[in-house]
């Protein structure tokens, strides 16, 4: 088991990819979005946050559902952070919205997908979210790796063929 927390990794990620647009979905107690802010905030990155309730962060937040959120947002995102609902319905519904405005070269990382004991499928932690990691396996479009990030793990999941080379190469077509 890894020591190093989720929203490290998570900010370490934001560290790399430089979102313009970076969008947390399920804020908690904000620890992640405040990580990758103040990551992100020397390049002037745009952070939105997503929750059911008042989280304890400032900035650009939405106290709504994922649901009621994807309603009304259609602007391209760089980076997506998905730790709402547990539910695997709830986070596949999260996922396939999500990719709708994920740019080319964007990643989304989902929170709970590698949980390391069975005590950890309680609705109040990883729930039955780790069941997505198979269906994104299997898709054709997308690439996913899972990192067994402390008890939780994690998983970044990007589209087949985005990085910089094949995109390069693509473009000089």
């Given at each position: 088991m890894s020591k190093l927390h989720h929203s490290d990794f998570v900010a370490i990620l934001a560290h790399i990819y430089k979102p313009?647009?970076?969008?947390?979905?399920?804020?908690?107690?904000?620890?992640?979005?405040?990580?990758?802010?103040?990551?992100?905030?020397?390049?002037?990155?745009?952070?939105?946050?997503v929750d059911i309730k008042e989280p304890p962060v400032t900035g650009e937040?939405?106290?709504?559902?994922?649901?009621?959120?994807?309603?009304?947002?259609?602007?391209s995102?760089?980076?997506?952070?998905?730790?709402?609902?547990?539910?695997?319905?709830?986070?596949l519904k999260d996922l396939e919205n999500s990719l709708k405005i994920l740019n080319r070269r964007g990643c989304v990382v989902?929170?709970?997908t590698d949980p390391e004991n069975d005590s950890l499928f309680d609705p109040r932690y990883c729930g039955d979210s780790y069941k997505i990691v198979n269906d994104l396996e299997r898709r054709e479009d997308l690439n996913i790796t899972t990192f067994p990030i402390r008890e939780a793990g994690l998983s970044v999941v990007t589209w087949k063929n985005?990085?910089?080379t094949h995109l390069r190469k693509k473009d000089e077509r």
């Amino acid at each position: 088991m890894s020591k190093l927390h989720h929203s490290d990794f998570v900010a370490i990620l934001a560290h790399i990819y430089k979102p313009k647009v970076y969008l947390e979905l399920g804020l908690y107690t904000g620890e992640t979005f405040t990580k990758v802010k103040r990551t992100v905030s020397n390049i002037g990155s745009r952070c939105i946050g997503v929750d059911i309730k008042e989280p304890p962060v400032t900035g650009e937040i939405y106290v709504q559902t994922t649901d009621e959120f994807f309603e009304n947002f259609n602007e391209s995102v760089d980076m997506i952070f998905i730790d709402a609902d547990h539910r695997y319905e709830s986070v596949l519904k999260d996922l396939e919205n999500s990719l709708k405005i994920l740019n080319r070269r964007g990643c989304v990382v989902l929170h709970d997908t590698d949980p390391e004991n069975d005590s950890l499928f309680d609705p109040r932690y990883c729930g039955d979210s780790y069941k997505i990691v198979n269906d994104l396996e299997r898709r054709e479009d997308l690439n996913i790796t899972t990192f067994p990030i402390r008890e939780a793990g994690l998983s970044v999941v990007t589209w087949k063929n985005s990085t910089r080379t094949h995109l390069r190469k693509k473009d000089e077509r």
